[in-house]
C-alpha cells in the first residue's frame, strides 16, 4: 500500500491521544495497534481504573455476585499505551492540538480520539442530591457504595426512574429482598425506549415481582432527617414514601463540558461527527485530526434518514471504535462509515430484553411471535409502513431476522406468515411513545436532527445543560 | 426455475465416504429444487438466515400435501416430539427439558458428569490392553456416550444392554427402508415393538421414579411440576425421552469416529494434540464444522413463500438444509477444506443454530474433547488399516461403521 | 484472567453456563451473569465456554491458550 508521506509518519511515529478510558476509547485503542499503528498512545481517563465493562454493575455486582473489580475489560491485543488516569480532560486547542488535564498537565496530539460517554444525571436539587443515602449508578464507585448499603439492608429503597438502569436496579433490590418503590414520570417503565405497549409488558414484570410501582408521578422532594440522612420522598401527586436509599435512575448527561469554548461542535446532546467519526466544528465543518466514539458521539445513520442518533449502547461503542480508530489512521479513500444497526439488551426481573433499529422512531407496533401475556415475545415496529425496530422478550435467537427487515426497509406490518403467531399478532397498534416534548428517564437512543448544521449544533457556552 | 439432480446422488451409499465435492457442486446454486422435489440450501449464509426466519417450520403437518414424501421416524403412537414442533409447543418441551437437564434449574447436571465421563473412557481404553488393534466404533465410540446418556437418563446399568437393543432398533427408522415390500414391512413391524417395548419400558422407570426419586433426570421429569405451564404429559415424556436417547446413541459416536479419523488423517495435528492437550478444546469445533455428524436437516417447510438467494420457495415446500456443506463454504470459511485445529471465528453448524440448536451439545462437547485427548494421549502410534473405512448407510447421521485402528501399545 | 461477554451477540444459548458453571450463570432463560475475573482454577472452564459459545460472544484474556482471540498476558495496563 502506496501511503503519503505524512500519513506513513503519523502512523510509525505519530502521537495519538484517545480522552476516556472505557470500552469505547480501549477497543480504539486495540485497533490502532492492530492497524498498525506504532507511535506513541496516550489514553486519558478521569476515574482512577483501567477500562471497565459497565453493564454488570447494575445487575451482577449489585446483586453481590461478582466484586465490582472483577469487571475490568479482557485486552484482546497488546496497546503499549501510556496511561493518565484518574486525570480527567480539562480544555481542548484545537488549533495547538493540545489537551487540558486536570493536573495541570497538558498532551499534545496529531490525531485526537474523544470517547469521554456520559456520566448519570444526578438529583437536581444539590442540597438533596447531597443526603446520606441519595445514589447514583455509573461507576464501578458508584456500585461498590450503592452494593454496601443494599447489603445493609434498608427498609426501603426508591429507584426514581423507570428507565433500563432504573428497572434493572429495582430487580436487583427484589432479588435481594428489599421493599423498593419505583417512581416514573411516564405511563409505564420503558415507556421512553420502548413505548407503552411494551412498558405495560414490564409493569407486569414489576408487579409481579413485589414492586411498588408508581406511574405518572414526578418525585417533587428528598426530605433528610435532622442528620442529613435520606426520610422521605415526596410525590407531585401528594404522596410520600419513607426511604433509607434514594436511586437516581434519569438517565445520562453527555461529557462535553470540557469542550466549551474549543470550537468542536459538543453540547448536551453529544458531539456531532460525520459517519466517518470525524467530529464537526461549530461551522458544521468536519476536523481531519479530531475523531468521536461511543455514548458521547452523535452520528447521521444512513438507515434511518440520515438522522442524527446518539446511542448509549455497548455494541455501539465497540463499532464506532473500530471504525474510528481505522479512520484515524487511514487514506481518506479507505475510510469506512460507521453503519451499525443499534442493538441493546437490558436483564431484569429474570427476563431477557433485547431491541434492534431504533424503536423510538415508530409509530406501530404489532407482536409477531409469541403472546405479551405470557412475557415472552417478539415485537416489531413500524414507522410509515416500514420496519424500523424490534424487541424480544426472551427470544432473542429471532431478532437478526428482524435486524435484516430493518436492514431491508422491509414493509410494515410484516406480510407473512411466521410460527407462533397469536391473535393479538394480527393487526399493529400504536406503539404509546410519549409526546417527545414530555422527557422520560433515561432513553437509550435519542433521534436529533437531520443534519449538522441544524439549530442543535450551536457553539454552547460553558455550564450548559445539567438539566437538559 | 432450475433444478438438480443432486438429492439422490447424495443419498446414495456410494458417496457416502466423501460426500463433499457433491456439496460443492450444490453450493453454486445456494438455494435449488431438486428434481425429487425438495428444496436444498447448501451456502453458509442462507442456511443461518433460514435457521432465524419464523417463516421456517419444524412441524411437517405444515408441508404442502404434495411435498409429504417421507414416512414418519417416530412413534407413530406417541405426540411429536420438541424437535418436530414449533414454538410455542417447542418452546414449552425444550423449556421443560432445559429445567432437568440444564441452566438455570440444573445448571450442574453435564457439568458434574465430568468425572464419569473420564472415568468411562479410561474403563473402555483400558480394555484394549494386549491388543493390536481396535474397531474404535464397537470398541469405543458407540458403547461409551450409550452409558453416558444412559447415567445422565438414570438407566440402571444392569437394563442398560436391554436398552441398547432397543434404542438400536428404534434408530434404524432414520435410515431408508431397503429391501422387498415385506422386507421393509418387518422392518416397520419391528421398530414399532420396539418402540412400544421402550415406551412401556420407560413408562415403568417412570412411575417408579415418581414414587422414589433419585438425582437423575428421569426423576426430575418424572416429578417436575413446571413453573408458569403445565408440566409434561407421560405421552410427551415418553416420545421426549426417546428423542434424547436415539441422539445420545446416534450422533456422539460419529461426533468421536468421524474425529480419530480426521486425526490419523493428519498426523501432524494428532502430534500437536498430544503435546498440548488443551488444543482438544478448539480441535473439537473444527471437527463439528469438518465432519459434522448430522449432515442435513430434512424435513422443514414454509409458512409462507420466502424469497432467499434469487429463488422463491413457495409455501409448504419440502426443505433441506444442508449443514455440512454450509461449514465448508468458502465465502464463509478461508480454506473451508483444510482442518484447522484452532481456526478462529469459527461459528460453525455443528449444532445447528436459532431455537433448534442441538440441546445435547454441551454433553456431546465434553465427550468428545476427553475421548479424543485421551485416545490420542494413550494410544501408541495409532494408524489407520483401511481409508476410508466402512461408512454406515445414513446420509443424515453420517459416520463410519467400523475403524479398524491398529497401534503399538498403550500408555497409562 | 479476565473475561467480557458481548451480550449483543449472545442469544442465551446458555453453552458457558453447561460447560463453566461456576463463572457464567444464566439469570432466567436467557439472560446471561458473569464474572469478568474468574479464578485461575476455572481456566479450562472458560476455554471450553469461549469455545463453544456458537456466536463467540466471549473474549478471554490471560487463559494462556494460544488459539484465543487475546492470547496469555497481552494485558500492559497500569
Known amino acids: 500500500m502506496a501511503l503519503d508521506g505524512s500519513l506513513e509518519r503519523l502512523r510509525r511515529e505519530g502521537r495519538i491521544v484517545v480522552v476516556g478510558a472505557s470500552l469505547a476509547g480501549l477497543r480504539a485503542a486495540e485497533t490502532l495497534r492492530e492497524e498498525g499503528f506504532t507511535g506513541t498512545l496516550t489514553m486519558i481517563g478521569d476515574e482512577p481504573y483501567e477500562p471497565y465493562d459497565r453493564p454488570p454493575l447494575s445487575k451482577q455486582v449489585l446483586l453481590g455476585r461478582v466484586p465490582a473489580d472483577h469487571t475490568a475489560l479482557p485486552r484482546r491485543r497488546a496497546i503499549e499505551a501510556q496511561w493518565r488516569l484518574g486525570a480527567a480532560a480539562t480544555g481542548l486547542d484545537l488549533s495547538a492540538k493540545r489537551v487540558a488535564l486536570a493536573d495541570g498537565t497538558s498532551v499534545e496530539y496529531d490525531r485526537l480520539l474523544i470517547a469521554t460517554g456520559v456520566r448519570s444525571r444526578p438529583w437536581p436539587n444539590e442540597l438533596e442530591a447531597g443526603l446520606d443515602g441519595v445514589f447514583v449508578l455509573r461507576t464501578r464507585d458508584d456500585a461498590t457504595r450503592l452494593r454496601h448499603r443494599l447489603k445493609a439492608g434498608p427498609s426501603r429503597v426508591l429507584v426514581i426512574g423507570a428507565g433500563f438502569t432504573g428497572s434493572e436496579i429495582a430487580s436487583v433490590c427484589r432479588e435481594r429482598d428489599l421493599p423498593v418503590t419505583v417512581a416514573e414520570r411516564g405511563p409505564t417503565p420503558l415507556s421512553g425506549a420502548l413505548g407503552s405497549v411494551i412498558g405495560d409488558v414490564a409493569a407486569q414484570l414489576h408487579h409481579q415481582h413485589g414492586v411498588d410501582l ?56 453529544g458531539i456531532a461527527c460525520d459517519a466517518g467519526c470525524r467530529a464537526f466544528d461549530v461551522r458544521g ?56 444497526t443499534p442493538y441493546f439488551w437490558s436483564a431484569q426481573f429474570g427476563v431477557n430484553i433485547k431491541s434492534v433499529g431504533v424503536p423510538n422512531m415508530a409509530d406501530q407496533i404489532i407482536v409477531s411471535q409469541g403472546s405479551l401475556g405470557e412475557h415472552r415475545f417478539t415485537a416489531a415496529y413500524g414507522y410509515q409502513g416500514r420496519v424500523i425496530a424490534a424487541v424480544t422478550f426472551d427470544q432473542a435467537k429471532w431478532l437478526e431476522f428482524y435486524q435484516r427487515q430493518i436492514e431491508q426497509a422491509a414493509p410494515f406490518p410484516p406480510p407473512f406468515a411466521t410460527v407462533d403467531r397469536r391473535t393479538e399478532g394480527m393487526r399493529p397498534v400504536p406503539a404509546g411513545f410519549p409526546d417527545p416534548s414530555v422527557p422520560t428517564h433515561g432513553p437509550q437512543v435519542t433521534v436529533s436532527g437531520y443534519s449538522p448544521t441544524d439549530q442543535r449544533v450551536t457553539f454552547t457556552p460553558a455550564g450548559h445543560g445539567h438539566h437538559a | ?116 465421563i473420564s472415568g ?92 422414589a426419586p433419585r438425582e437423575d433426570m428421569i426423576s426430575a421429569l418424572a416429578t417436575d411440576r413446571g413453573a408458569d405451564e403445565s408440566p409434561m404429559s407421560l405421552p410427551e415424556m415418553l416420545s421426549n425421552l426417546t428423542l434424547l436417547l436415539i441422539a445420545g446413541h446416534e450422533t456422539t459416536v460419529n461426533l468421536i469416529t468421524n474425529g480419530m479419523l480426521t486425526l490419523l488423517r493428519h498426523p501432524d495435528t494428532l502430534k500437536q494434540l498430544r503435546a498440548d492437550p488443551d488444543l482438544v478444546i478448539p480441535l473439537v469445533e473444527e471437527l463439528l464444522r469438518f465432519e459434522p455428524p448430522v449432515q442435513l436437516l430434512p424435513e422443514r417447510t414454509t409458512l409462507d413463500d420466502i424469497e432467499i438467494a434469487g429463488t422463491t420457495i413457495p409455501q409448504g415446500a419440502s426443505l433441506w438444509l444442508v449443514p455440512a456443506s454450509g461449514n465448508r463454504d468458502p465465502r464463509r470459511f478461508p480454506e473451508p477444506d483444510r482442518f484447522l485445529p484452532d481456526r478462529p471465528d469459527n461459528q460453525h453448524f455443528g449444532f445447528g443454530s436459532g431455537i433448534h440448536n442441538c440441546i445435547g451439545s454441551p454433553l456431546a462437547r465434553l465427550e468428545a474433547q476427553a475421548a479424543l485427548a485421551e485416545l490420542v494421549r494413550r494410544l501408541d502410534n495409532p494408524r489407520l488399516v483401511e481409508d476410508p473405512p466402512p461408512y454406515r448407510h445414513n446420509a443424515v447421521l453420517r459416520g463410519p461403521r467400523h475403524l479398524p485402528i491398529a497401534f503399538d501399545g498403550l500408555s497409562r | 484472567m479476565r473475561v467480557v461477554v458481548d451480550l449483543n451477540r449472545c442469544q442465551g444459548y446458555a453453552q458457558c453456563a453447561f460447560l463453566a458453571p461456576d463463572v457464567f450463570a444464566m439469570h432466567g432463560e436467557e439472560a446471561l451473569l458473569y464474572d469478568g475475573e474468574p479464578d485461575g482454577t476455572r481456566r479450562l472452564d472458560v476455554l471450553r465456554a469461549e469455545a463453544a459459545c456458537p456466536v463467540k460472544a466471549i473474549t478471554v484474556e490471560g487463559a494462556g491458550a494460544a488459539w484465543t482471540a487475546a492470547g496469555a498476558g497481552v494485558s500492559n495496563g497500569p
Not at chain 2, 185 to 205: F, N, P, T, V
Request: aromatic share 8%; proline share 8%; glycine share 8%.
Open chain 1, 214 to 269: 408508581r406511574c405518572g408521578v414526578m418525585v417533587t422532594g428528598l426530605e433528610g432527617d435532622g442528620v442529613g440522612r435520606l426520610r422521605r420522598a415526596h410525590f407531585s401527586d401528594g404522596g410520600t414514601v419513607d426511604a433509607e436509599v434514594a436511586v437516581v435512575a434519569l438517565g445520562a448527561t453527555r461529557n462535553t463540558e470540557w469542550l466549551a469554548g474549543s470550537g468542536l461542535a459538543a453540547g448536551p446532546r
Open chain 1, 285 to 340: 465543518i468536519v476536523a481531519d485530526d479530531v475523531f468521536v466514539a461511543g455514548d458521547v458521539a452523535r452520528s447521521p445513520h444512513p438507515l434511518f434518514g440520515y438522522r442524527f442518533l446518539s446511542l448509549e449502547h455497548w455494541g455501539n461503542a465497540v463499532a464506532q471504535a473500530e471504525v474510528a480508530a481505522h479512520n484515524m489512521i487511514c487514506r481518506g479513500e479507505e475510510r469506512r462509515p460507521h453503519l451499525w
Open chain 2, 1 to 116: 426455475m432450475t433444478s438438480v439432480a443432486l438429492l439422490g446422488q447424495i443419498l446414495d451409499y456410494a458417496n457416502r465416504a466423501d460426500p463433499y465435492p457433491l456439496y460443492a457442486e450444490l453450493r453454486r446454486t445456494p438455494v435449488v429444487r431438486d428434481e425429487s422435489g425438495p428444496y436444498l440450501v447448501s451456502t453458509y449464509w442462507e442456511i443461518h438466515s433460514l435457521l432465524h426466519d419464523p417463516r421456517v417450520s419444524s412441524d411437517i403437518r405444515n408441508l404442502a400435501p404434495e411435498a409429504k414424501t417421507a414416512p414418519r421416524t417416530e412413534d407413530p403412537d406417541l405426540p411429536p416430539s420438541f424437535i418436530r414442533l414449533d414454538p410455542p409447543d417447542h418452546d414449552r418441551l425444550r423449556r421443560l427439558i432445559m429445567r432437568t437437564y440444564g441452566p438455570p434449574h440444573a445448571p450442574r447436571r453435564v457439568y458434574g458428569l465430568r468425572g464419569e
Open chain 2, 120 to 211: 468411562i473412557v479410561s474403563g473402555l481404553i483400558d480394555r484394549f490392553q494386549g491388543r493390536d488393534r481396535i474397531d474404535l466404533v464397537d470398541d469405543f465410540s458407540y458403547p461409551f456416550p450409550v452409558t453416558v446418556i444412559c447415567r445422565l437418563l438414570g438407566v440402571p446399568q444392569e437394563d442398560e444392554q436391554r436398552f441398547h437393543g432397543w434404542a438400536d432398533t428404534v434408530a434404524t427408522a432414520i435410515e431408508p427402508a431397503v429391501g422387498t415390500p415385506e422386507e421393509q414391512q418387518a422392518h416397520w413391524q419391528a421398530i414399532r415393538e420396539a418402540h412400544h417395548q421402550l415406551a412401556e419400558y420407560l413408562s415403568g422407570l417412570i412411575a417408579q421414579r415418581r414414587r
